[in-house]
């Protein structure tokens, strides 16, 4: 099912802590100019959609995750984290390929710095808009007394970017939102994020669904940590 009515938002902290900004550092007037101008043309060069599948899982191993169709998804990180669910969600989200064109033409005239800061602000949008859908699943289970786990995507924690076809292969029509993967499985538009996350019967037991792998991971300079 596709998604497509998403704000469009970019959080102002990350980017501005993103574009060099720290305690009392603030960026220069000629980088917030360029924000204002960028946060001016976000709506006509972002086009946020979602494509997502539910899935029921087979079986939950140590150091991964079956589903019925013989996909094994090998995480053992992935695997704790879904010991209790019953299903999974699979996603693909993108904003589309116009902010890209943008930064690529940035980039042809020799404007780097403006190319930097929209490239920013795409990787901002696209991280909310998955954000904004990951919230939003979360809140329909809830009300249906089920909860939903932390999201992994393909190439971070200990989930390998190989299993991104994996992915993929969920979707009848994985293009229709006009993402592609390569044969290094990266995908085009790079605005774009896949994953998947649990969902898990709640049973009064809210640390089924709370539980965070970070929190006793010693890779403490991990890009992907959270909390
Ligand atoms: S810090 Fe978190 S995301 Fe990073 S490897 Fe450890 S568990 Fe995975």
């Not at 969600?89 to 403006?114: P, Q, W």
Request: with cysteine; proline share 4%.
């Amino acid at each position: 099912m596709v998604v497509n009515n998403f704000q469009i938002e970019v959080d102002n902290e990350r980017l501005l802590r993103f574009l060099g900004s720290s305690g009392n550092k603030n960026v220069s007037p000629a980088v917030q100019q360029k924000i204002d101008r960028f946060s001016d043309r976000l709506e006509e060069l972002v086009t946020p959609r979602i494509n997502f599948k539910l899935k029921p899982l087979a079986s939950v191993k140590k150091d991964g995750v079956l589903l019925h169709d013989q996909t094994w998804l090998k995480s053992p990180k992935l695997s704790r984290t879904f010991r209790s669910a019953k299903k999974v969600c699979f996603f693909i989200a993108t904003i589309g390929h116009d902010l890209e064109r943008k930064v690529s033409e940035c980039m042809e005239k020799n404007r780097y710095a403006d190319a930097y800061v929209l490239d920013a602000m795409g990787s901002l949008v696209v991280e909310n808009v998955t954000d904004q859908f990951h919230l939003r699943m979360e809140r329909y289970y809830q009300a249906r007394g089920q909860a939903v786990t932390l999201r992994f995507s393909p190439g971070y924690c200990d989930w390998s970017l190989r299993e991104q076809p994996d992915v993929f292969n969920q979707f009848e029509d994985p293009g229709n939102l006009g993402v592609t993967l390569s044969n290094t499985c990266l995908m085009t538009p790079r605005k774009s994020v896949s994953g998947v996350f649990g969902i898990v019967p709640k049973n009064g037991d809210q640390t089924i669904a709370d539980y965070n792998p970070c929190t006793n991971c010693s890779k403490t300079n991990c890009i992907a940590r959270r909390g």
